[in-house]
Each structure stands twice: as structure tokens, then as C-alpha cells.
């Protein structure tokens, strides 16, 4: 599966759960699980709660995500 094949969401961080994974609400009433891209970490970008974010998710399972953006 390439990068073109993933949904984007936008949504805004709920909770900071262990690992580095981090519950996100999206705007059309759905909870996703998602956790930093490699390129987020590299670049040391901290997200916090309250912070609005963009996900990629699967079109097979979208209970989990990566995230690749904050606004």
C-alpha cells in the first residue's frame, strides 16, 4: 500500500495514552489511535492535547493511524 492510498483526518488530540500513542477525536465522530510518524520524531515536533493534528489511516482498518501534521 503506497502513501496515496491512505485517508487523511483531521482531528484534535483527546488523550496521551503510554508509547507514544495518543487518542485523537476526529470531526465526524470517530476515535482513532495514532502515534508520531518517523518524520514528526526526527524532527523532535511535540504534540500535545488540545493540539489539532492530521492523520493518515488505512482504508482496511481505521482504528489506527499515523500522524503526519499539526496545525
Known sequence: MSRNDLIQLEGVIAKVLGGGTMEIECKND??????LS?????HRIKVMVGDRVQISVSPYDTTHGLITYRF
Open 30 to 35: 470517530i476515535t482513532v489511535r495514532g502515534v
Open 38 to 42: 518517523g518524520r514528526m520524531k526526527k
